[in-house]
């Protein structure tokens, strides 16, 4: 009976291939037992892949620019005008290494031929097996739950901005014009929470489109302020050594954890080069992509940062457009924080999804006969299509966002936050995974000229990661009991 159980079994998978449909994924001790998480999304063969190096490019940017962006400036002005823009030039050239070892596993075993990878998690199981893919997951979803409240930090931080740059034009540059973060806070989850009943990604493309365009515009806002501001003093402001103070060693951690924060795309990666048309292999296509979307974003951030310290020296502000070193034209301040708060409301979601898409999915299969996860309500909305949804997604989403929320009221402190997520997101995500699957891929031995030279890399940024992570504790710890 086993044996001819196993013959069907063989004959299944054998019809699957020739259809070009998903089959079960061996892990790398080279069981034919172990089949793919029930949690993770079918793989489809049959989907039309038209991206080029140019549409990777701008997914690339279109991901990385955003809030990180703000604190740049903040950044070079603890680290002084050497050591800060040598700091964002060696995040672009580890990222940049990074990507490329991370482009190879799209497919496996052989970077051209092997079988596709969709997703980062999936690259983790096929080449480093399936304890890993839980530290992965673990690590993935908890840095996509962080940006969440990073995002509403962020958002009350330009809310408030706008109602004080008014005040200030009203009754000057010297009036009090302090305002709290927490009703903006709750007016921003109670949008989210709306937000957060769109079923899926697919049915947010037009959200997402808006928040890139959204990115792109205070992103250029703030660099060209800083350049006005530069012209208008008639010269440049800045030391070497940076802003002194008393904790400047924690003050660098932050700053490196900040401009961590603004690079790494790994995340990412793996679903862009999934949109790459071949020939030329995607592998290729995607480490032009990289090079080329590194570098454009890396001239950004420097003329942001720098033009930003240029402008402000050592009174150079966390966030460029909430820390009011601009008060006029007021109305740009407004139009700029405005367009924070819409990009940010999508990308709240853009990160939000995956996590809502991954429980619901779990759940569903762990529990198939529960009415309370499957059982579907229409909703009849006017001048809208009907709406589906059940009470577990409402419930589950809502305290999703509630949580959030709440830890953000907690810790409403923009540069600490950026500091302590990036810290967190980039040595595991950006450079251990890509580094042990790269030497899966390569089969590189151990003790050889590469495994040492590639581990000695991994360990150095290592110690980055601890010491950005421990400084922004730190300062979150500090802003808290201060």
């Known amino acids: 009976m086993l044996e001819v159980l196993h013959i069907i079994k063989t004959q299944l998978l054998t019809v699957k291939q020739t259809r070009g449909m998903q089959e079960m994924e061996i892990d790398k001790k080279g069981s034919n037992s172990d089949e793919i998480s029930t949690c993770s999304q079918e793989d489809n063969e049959n989907v039309i892949r038209t991206g080029t190096t140019w549409t990777s ?36 050239i580890v990222t ?75 009754e000057g540059h010297q009036a009090a014009c302090t305002y709290g973060d927490s009703l903006y806070m ?25 928040a890139a365009i959204m990115s792109f ?41 900040d401009i961590a924060f603004a690079y790494p795309y790994s995340m990412i990666l793996l679903e862009v080069e999934d949109t790459i048309r071949s020939p030329p292999p995607e592998n290729r296509t995607m480490k032009k992509a990289s090079a080329a979307a ?70 569903s299969s762990k529990y198939p006969n529960q009415g309370f996860i ?25 305290a999703y966002v509630a949580s959030s929320t709440g830890i953000a009221m907690l810790f409403p402190y923009f540069n600490e936050v950026l500091g302590v997520l990036g810290a967190l997101n980039f040595w595991p995500l950006t450079i251990y995974f890509p580094v042990q699957m790269y030497f899966v891929q390569k089969k590189v031995r151990r003790w050889s000229q590469n495994w040492i030279l590639l581990q000695s890399f991994s360990l150095v940024c290592l110690f980055i990661s601890l010491f950005s992570l421990v400084g922004s504790i730190e300062g979150l710890i500090s802003e808290k009991l201060s």
């Open 57 to 92: 490019v701008a997914h690339i940017i279109t991901a990385v620019i955003g809030a990180g962006v703000l604190s740049l400036a903040w950044s070079i002005a603890q680290l002084g005008w050497i050591a800060g823009p040598a700091m964002m030039i060696l995040f672009a």
């Open 96 to 170: 940049c290494i990074s990507s490329f070892m991370l482009s190879d596993c799209y497919r496996s075993p052989d970077p051209v031929t092997g079988r596709r990878n969709h997703t980062y998690m999936s690259a983790v199981r096929i080449n480093l097996g399936k304890k890993q893919v839980w530290i992965c997951g673990l690590i993935q979803y908890a840095t996509l739950y962080g940006m969440g409240i990073a995002y509403t930090v962020t958002t009350s931080t330009s809310m408030r901005a706008i109602q004080r740059s008014n005040c200030f034009h009203r």
């Open 186 to 210: 709750l007016a921003f989850g109670l949008i989210q929470i709306i937000c957060s009943q769109i079923p899926d990604f697919h049915n947010m493309s037009w959200l997402s489109t808006v």
């Open 217 to 257: 515009c205070y992103s250029t806002i703030g660099f060209g302020l800083g350049v006005a501001k530069v012209i208008e003093n008639g010269k440049a402001y800045g030391t070497i050594e940076g802003v002194p103070s008393s904790q400047k060693v924690w003050k660098v951690s932050q700053a490196l954890g």
């Open 294 to 363: 590194i570098a454009i974003t890396t001239f950004f951030y420097l003329c942001c940062g720098c033009f930003g310290y240029a402008a402000f020296g050592n009174a150079t502000p966390g966030n460029l457009l909430t820390g009011f070193g601009f008060y006029e034209p007021y109305w740009l301040i407004d139009f700029a924080n405005a367009c924070i708060v819409v990009h940010l409301i999508g990308g709240y979601q853009v990160y939000s999804q995956p996590v809502f898409a991954f429980i619901e999915k779990c759940l």
């Open 374 to 398: 499957h059982k579907f309500y229409t909703i009849k909305i006017p001048c809208l299509p009907p709406y589906r949804t059940n009470l577990f997604r409402i419930c589950f989403r809502t």
